[in-house]
Nanobody, 124 residues
Framework: QVQLVESGGGSVQAGGSLRLSCAAS????????MGWFRQAPGKEREGVAA????????YYADSVKGRFTGSQDNAKNTVYLQMNSLKPEDTAIYYC?????????????????WGQGTQVTVSS
């Protein structure tokens, strides 16, 4: 059973915007946190943002603060990542994840469910 499905990736020029969506199963969405991670070619996967579902609180990596915004729609079991002022270094496969998370939000082992990933390409 697929628990998380991302959509919204694509190719944009630097300075452009994209919005990623992550639709979750009821079970996955009941996790405490929904996170966004990315993996660029030749690099390790890193945390980008997360939403603490119960409180609607969001967390961001320093590299995306002020440019990316996380949000949620509880009626749709969906979280979003609005990405503005995109830079070529934002190019990566973006993954949605869900987990109970009792450690820092960016600790990947805290997440039990992972989406298939969606490609984001930013050209200069």
């Amino acid at each position: 059973q697929v628990q998380l499905v991302e959509s919204g990736g694509g190719s944009v020029q630097a300075g452009g915007s994209l919005r990623l969506s992550c639709a979750a199963s009821e079970y996955a969405y009941s996790s405490r946190y929904m996170g966004w991670f990315r993996q660029a070619p030749g690099k390790e996967r890193e945390g980008v943002a997360a939403v603490y579902i119960a409180a609607g609180r969001t967390y961001y990596a320093d590299s995306v603060k002020g440019r990316f915004t996380g949000s949620q729609d509880n009626a749709k079991n969906t979280v979003y990542l609005q990405m503005n002022s995109l830079k070529p270094e934002d190019t990566a496969i973006y993954y949605c994840a869900a987990g109970r998370v009792y450690d820092y939000w960016y600790v990947q082992s805290e997440y039990n469910f992972w989406g298939q990933g969606t490609q984001v390409t930013v050209s200069s």
